[in-house]
């Protein structure tokens, strides 16, 4: 049996630790990769290693290219008063993709575990009572996804607020095109807690 060098072996464990790929894919991407020009494979490495210098915005948690990032600058956002809490950067440009929330964000960065050792110390909370009460925030929208943990999250932190902030949690329940026969009972349950007057 062949065996490859030290720096195709190298390249396909780096791969591999990316979510969803696997030894074959990543064996198949750096085989790919061996047919690139020098210049190819330079500006891919430096692109990636110029991830070591990228900076958290240090209002919400974002990705930022300085201090603040885009969101957090954008002074008309902040007049609104609204802040959505979500558990991680993917989440925050999920919503952001949707074009229907104009305030601002804060990233958690996870959810309460005390399994896990993850505890309100861990997710920074009272940090964030204090930019709310601070920013004069009037809304939070909770869009903690649906798990123990999450409910837990949004439990935990709606005992922190003064009763003049208007706490709410986004809706979960049936998808758009959804069929009820296909879903499975949290989703059937938690739609039907979720359910408005029509």
Known sequence: MIQLPEVIKNAVEALTRLPGVGEKTAFRMV?????????ELESVGNALNSLKNLHLCQECGMFADGEFCTICSDSNRHSLGTLCVVENASDLMAIEKS??????YHILGGVLNPLLG???????????????????IQEVILAINPSVEGDATCSYFKTLLPETIRVERIGFGVPIG?????????????????????
Do not use: C, H, Q
């Not at 009972?185 to 039907?192: E, H, R, V």
């Open 118 to 136: 993850i505890g309100p110390d861990e997710l920074k909370m009272d940090e964030l009572k204090a930019r709310i009460i601070e920013k004069e």
């Open 99 to 104: 074009g229907n929330f104009k305030g601002v």
């Open 178 to 198: 959804g069929s009820l026969e296909y879903l499975d009972p949290m989703t059937i349950t938690k739609a039907l807690e979720n359910r408005k007057r029509f």
């Open 31 to 39: 085989m790919n990769m061996t047919g690139w020009k020098a210049y």
